[in-house]
């Protein structure tokens, strides 16, 4: 692979169409090259902001390498792709399956080889517009994020790349502010799944697993009721007090945090799969409150207005 000292000018383009390498690695002395040789299939993008490529890719490997900017890749393949990388020094293996994410933090080395041709949508952000598309969630502090090569599903943000594709292609009329909402999208559920310390449990007292699955299939139970913490104490024959702590032990979230992304998670799938329902009828099957209290909930959880979500899945 040809090394260069920097990468040319990318300027402001969404297209549609062959184009000229657009995502650049750093080899292990740090020199630039395009991540891949040939033409991606379809380009979009702004330059200094993010890049989104569909490639497909024949079978081959590639030598160590980072980027200087977080890489996202959903394989679009309808099969599972044998694969092997090392990660920091670290093997994994396993299989490239369809919507199974793979996730490359700004800095970590990769190593890997693939068996077969893969068809795939990739996605760059820089480290300065996740901090600014994700705003409030930072909180003033700098976010480490973890690499995640091991394929793993995130229906919600593979829903969000191929509307983003989509709208590189062409389908522009709800103008730039929507791609602005489908980056914030984006850069909120990547915090979700890959930043640092998300996943890890805070020391304290824990709950039981099973006390913690009876929870769980209490709340998507009465997904659309109403319940109390009191209710959901008497459940796990504990005290508020001392429930609201050990799940927050248990998770590093609180409870009615998690109650709050269920109820969203539900209205995501709601307005995906009933498309004759009024958002106000997602709101009342989903058990918020009120109507505001729903499309708050939405955005904060998922990044974009409900109205936003359902016309991005062709629906009026």
């Not at 390498?65 to 920091?88: G, K, N, Y």
């Not at 700004?106 to 077969?116: F, I």
Request: aromatic residues 8%; glycine residues 8%; charged residues 20%.
């Amino acid at each position: 692979m040809t090394s260069h000292s920097r990468r040319p000018p990318q300027g402001r383009s969404a297209g549609h169409g062959a184009t000229a390498p657009r995502i650049w690695m750093r080899d292990p002395a740090g020199n630039l090259a395009p991540y891949f040789e040939t033409a991606a299939a379809e380009s979009a993008g702004i330059e200094g902001s993010y890049v989104l490529e569909r490639r497909v890719i024949e079978a081959g490997s590639l030598a160590a390498h980072t980027f200087d900017e977080h890489i996202l890749m959903v394989p679009l393949s309808q099969r599972a792709i044998r694969f092997e990388s090392r990660l920091d020094g670290r093997v994994v293996t396993g299989d490239i399956v369809p919507g199974g994410l793979r996730f490359l933090a700004r800095g970590d080395s990769l190593a890997t080889t693939w068996h077969a041709v893969i068809d795939a949508l990739f996605l760059t952000l820089s480290s300065l517009q996740v901090t600014q598309l994700l705003g409030d969630l930072t909180e003033g502090c700098p976010i480490q994020f973890e690499s995640r090569v091991a394929p793993h599903q995130d229906e919600v943000l593979v829903h969000l790349l191929c509307a983003l594709q989509a709208f590189g292609r062409g389908d522009r009329q709800n103008g730039r502010l929507f791609e602005q909402s489908l980056l914030t999208a984006i850069a909120r559920r990547i915090f979700m799944d890959y930043a640092a310390g998300r996943r890890r449990r805070s020391t304290g007292p824990s709950l039981p697993a099973w006390k913690m699955r009876n929870l769980k299939d209490y709340i998507h139970a009465n997904i659309a009721g109403t319940f109390s913490l009191q209710d959901l104490a008497d459940l796990a024959g504990m005290s508020p007090y001392h429930l609201a702590r050990a799940f927050r032990a248990s998770t590093g979230n609180s409870l009615w945090r998690y109650v709050l992304e269920c109820r969203a998670m539900h209205a995501l799938q709601c307005i995906g799969k009933s498309p004759e329902w009024t958002l106000a009828d997602v709101a009342a099957a989903c058990g918020f409150e009120s109507y505001s209290q729903f499309v708050t909930i939405f955005r904060r959880f998922h990044g974009i207005l409900p109205s936003e979500y359902r016309r991005s899945m062709g629906q009026k």
